[in-house]
């Protein structure tokens, strides 16, 4: 039983639970993850290629800053809006790394990525609005358009067309009643890249039909064969974008729970006014540490890069000797995106055969939307000794499934 039919099995037993909450949707990460320690627990060894987050420290420098922090006292309430040292860094950040410039009171601080897609939804939409979001995606998406009473209208990221948006589609789903594009590149879970041609196409549609743009860029950093390319970047976009990027994956901080989005500075009092009456501001020391991160852990960011295009190249070596898969090599973020569906079995029951079977914890595509049916997402944040025993033990559990069960 999935999570939330859980839930609202339990919340019939007393009639306070508001609907809208039912709306909302779980992470399939978690389910999966709570299934492998029991597993474990049993005596189970189970190979992590579900989780999202990399398996590498936060750089020593960054650790290091917030532990002063803490120590000089950096310990109380600050605005809700961030920190100055903190915003001043991301206009910093941002020009160096995609060549935007901003000022600080375009920036809003916020601790993780979630609260900038869960308050600007709340924010900027309305009943009845329709927004476009990437199928697969981020789950977080569809489920909070759905949450604020929007219309959540799934763009299909198609394999044949290396899961990046076909702007035929995106613009044959525009009506008028479409207020939002969500982009998310590099893209989870298919490891995509918009190029610079199709940014620059969904910027001229976006202002064509007087939309907005979410723009989600947190894997910009862990990227492979192509530059990575920001909406910001074009002109009359910074004007109609609400562009999220965070600490998590790019510096090795999921913990540290920080984040930021830029928008419109006239946005920007009713984004904080909504972050003082939600969490009211972000953790102070850990603010300081991301001033660390964006203007001094450069290398740092560049050496975990690199040994993900490491594992990133293995994996698409090592998977096109296994039979009966197929995948596109991933441009960046660190997952794989395999389709398996010739070997019979829904997204859902592969996920659990390799798992009980193989002992390999992966995520079936469906956790990502309905278009993800038929695939997987595999996590390259595993060293590559794993990695390697993960592909032999995949690589016999589909020969033991094509033989019909039986070696």
């Known amino acids: 039983m999935k999570m939330i039919d859980r839930l609202r099995k339990f919340a019939d037993m007393k009639d306070w639970i508001s609907d809208r909450v039912f709306r909302l949707r779980g992470e399939g990460a ?6 492998v320690r029991k597993l474990e627990k049993a005596g189970k060894h189970v190979i992590h290629l579900e989780i999202g987050e990399p398996d590498f420290d936060t750089p020593e420098r960054v650790k290091e800053k917030g532990i002063q922090a803490i120590r000089e006292g950096h310990t109380y309430y600050v605005p809700s809006a961030g920190i100055d040292e903190l915003r001043e860094a991301v206009c910093v950040y941002l020009k160096r790394t995609r060549g935007v410039e901003v000022t600080p009171e375009e920036v809003v601080i916020t601790p993780g990525a979630k609260p900038v897609i869960f308050l600007s939804f709340l924010l900027l939409l309305e009943e009845g609005d329709e927004v476009i979001y990437p199928n697969p995606g981020f789950p977080a998406y569809r489920s909070i ?7 959540s209208v799934p763009l299909r990221l198609r394999e044949e067309n290396d899961f990046r948006v076909d702007i ?15 982009l998310n590149s590099p893209n989870n879970p298919t490891g995509s890249v918009l190029h610079r041609e199709d940014m620059e196409a969904i910027a001229r549609l976006a202002q064509e039909e007087d939309l907005i743009v979410f723009t989600d860029e947190v894997y910009s950093e862990i990227i492979y064969d192509h530059e990575h390319v920001s909406i910001l970047q074009f002109p009359g976009m910074k004007e109609r974008t609400v562009f999220l990027d965070a600490f998590s994956k790019s510096f090795a901080m999921t913990g540290w729970r920080l984040g930021y989005a830029v928008l419109p500075k006239e946005w920007v009092p009713f984004l904080s006014l909504l972050a003082t009456n939600s969490y009211s501001c972000t953790c102070t ?3 300081m540490a991301g001033v660390e991160a964006l203007l001094n852990a450069d290398q740092e960011v560049k050496a975990m890069s690199a040994e993900f295009r490491r594992r990133r190249d293995f994996l698409v070596e090592r998977m096109a000797q296994i039979e009966g898969l197929t995948f596109v090599k991933p441009q960046g973020a660190f997952y794989i995106f395999p389709n398996l569906s010739s070997f019979g079995l829904s997204s859902h029951e592969m996920a659990h055969y390799l798992l009980h079977e193989g002992g390999i914890a992966v995520l079936p595509g469906t956790a990502f939307g309905e278009f993800g049916e038929g695939y997987i997402r595999i996590s390259f944040s595993n060293s590559l000794e794993n990695l390697a025993l993960a592909m032999d033990r995949m690589e016999a559990a589909l020969k033991k499934l094509r033989r019909g069960g039986t070696e």
């Open 30 to 35: 978690f389910e999966v993850l709570a299934k």
């Open 145 to 151: 358009i759905d949450f604020v009473g929007a219309k």
């Open 168 to 182: 035929d589609e995106l613009r044959a789903l525009v009506t008028n009643k479409t207020k939002m594009i969500v």
């Open 285 to 287: 020391f850990t603010q």
